[in-house]
C-alpha cells in the first residue's frame, strides 16, 4: 500500500514557477515508478511526467519538456515536479501516482496510486 500527498500548489503569473512535492508513505517508494499527471476542468487527466524507480530515466510530456523537471529522492520517499516558465495552459489540478510493477508507464489506468492533488493556478 503507497499513500501519496501533493504540496506546492498555488498561483503563479505566467511566466514564473514553483515546485510540487509528493510525499510517499509506505514500504514500496523506491520500488515504484513515479508519475506526475494534471487535469484542467472539463478535460481528461494527462500524462506531465514520470520518472523510473531509482531516478536514472526521466520522461516528459511534449509541451513541458524543456520547462519541467520530475526529480526523487528515495531516502526522503519524495518526487518533485519543479515548473519553470508556466503558462495559462498548465493550470490544472496536479496529481502523482505510483506504479509498484516499477515499469515506467503513460497511461493514468497503469498507476495504482493516487494522491488527492494539488491545484496549480497560472495567471495571464
Known amino acids: 500500500q503507497v499513500q501519496l500527498v501533493e504540496s506546492g500548489g498555488g498561483l503563479v503569473q505566467a511566466g514564473g514557477s514553483l515546485r510540487l512535492s509528493c510525499a510517499a508513505s509506505?514500504?514500496?517508494?523506491?520500488?515504484?515508478?513515479m508519475g506526475w499527471f494534471r487535469q484542467a476542468p472539463g478535460k481528461e487527466r494527462e500524462f506531465v511526467a514520470a520518472?523510473?524507480?531509482?531516478?536514472?530515466?526521466?520522461y516528459y510530456q511534449a509541451s513541458v519538456k524543456g520547462r519541467f523537471t520530475i526529480s526523487r529522492d528515495n531516502a526522503k520517499n519524495t518526487v518533485y515536479l519543479q515548473m519553470n516558465s508556466l503558462k495559462p495552459e498548465d493550470m490544472a489540478v496536479y496529481y502523482c501516482?505510483?506504479?509498484?510493477?516499477?515499469?515506467?508507464?503513460?497511461?493514468?489506468?497503469?498507476?495504482?496510486?493516487w494522491g488527492q492533488g494539488t491545484q496549480v493556478t497560472v495567471s495571464s
Open positions: 501516482a505510483a506504479r509498484t510493477s516499477g515499469v515506467v508507464a503513460w497511461g493514468v489506468y497503469e498507476y495504482d496510486y
Open positions: 520518472i523510473s524507480r531509482r531516478g536514472v530515466n526521466t
Open positions: 509506505g514500504r514500496t517508494f523506491s520500488d515504484s515508478a
